[in-house]
Structures are given as C-alpha cells and as structure tokens.
C-alpha cells in the first residue's frame, strides 16, 4: 500500500509518500510544493499541478490530510481552505480516497503522545521510516507523519 500524506499551508504544501508492506513502513518521496506566482489563481493550479505529478508518480492507494481545525486568524484559514480545495480536487479526480486527521490525532499515532512538540515528532518519524537526517522543512516531515498516522488507521494499529 502507498500512502501519500499532505500538509496543507499558506506559501507552501508538505507531501510525504510511504509504502507500507508486511507490517514496514518506508519512505519513497518526500518534500514541498511552494508556489510563487503571486496571483491566487495560479498558485492553486500549480498546487494541483503538482499534486497530480505526485500521483502519477507514485501511484497512491489512499492520501491522508490535515483537518483544519484552528481558526484563530480567519484570512489564514480561508487562504489554506483554498490550497486544501486545489489538492482535494486533484486526489478526488484520481479517484483516490482521502482521509482527514487532526495534528493531535497525527502526533497521537506518531509519537504516542497527543501535546508532542515538532522536535518530538520529526525525531519519531526519521525512527519509524529510517531516514538517517533531519528532514528540511518541517512540512515535509509533518507530512510523513500524517502519512504514518494514515497507515496506523487504515491498517487498525497494526503496525
């Protein structure tokens, strides 16, 4: 099973790709999506763009995404709703099932601790796939991590 996991942002969108075969888990691919075109419009079609070259390359079963749920600084909310729509449009057209969890429910699954802080997480991600350095930038390994966290639900915590 491939699992593609997305850390949607504002400037940039973290992906991680991991396999999970008998019970191991390993990374194929990871890093950021950032678009800079200034113009909204065009930011989410080379966010979607980008998507769908993951996903050609790589094949995904499922994908896993981060559900908003802060909403302290409403601009900041609408602008990741937006890029969230873009690459949700591009997994619904692959026709690939999505699946939402909260950054407690990621670091629950990653860490076994729902209040762990980045370092924390970033650490148990290089363990849990083997990647021996730090992973650049906190996106990428947050999406890795939501990735994971995908992996242990689908697969009931088998892992």
Do not use: W
């Amino acid at each position: 099973m491939i699992i593609l996991g997305i850390d949607p942002g504002t400037t940039r969108v973290g992906f991680g790709v991991v396999q999970y075969d008998k019970s191991k888990l390993s990374p194929l691919a990871y890093g950021v999506i950032e678009p800079s075109f200034k113009d909204k419009a065009l930011d989410m079609l080379y966010v979607h763009q980008e998507i769908q070259k993951i996903i050609v390359s790589h094949a995904p079963t499922c994908a896993g995404i981060e559900k908003l749920f802060f909403m302290k600084n409403k601009k900041t909310a609408l602008a990741v709703s937006e890029t969230k729509g873009s690459i949700l449009l591009a997994l619904g057209l692959a026709k690939i099932p999505v699946y939402e969890y909260t950054p407690l429910q990621v670091k629950q699954a990653v860490s076994s601790y729902g209040r762990a802080d980045k370092d924390q997480v970033q650490k148990m991600v290089k363990l849990l796939l083997g990647i021996k350095d730090k992973i650049h930038p906190d996106d990428a390994a947050d999406a890795l991590a939501i990735a994971i966290c995908c992996a242990h639900s689908i697969m009931g915590n088998k892992l």
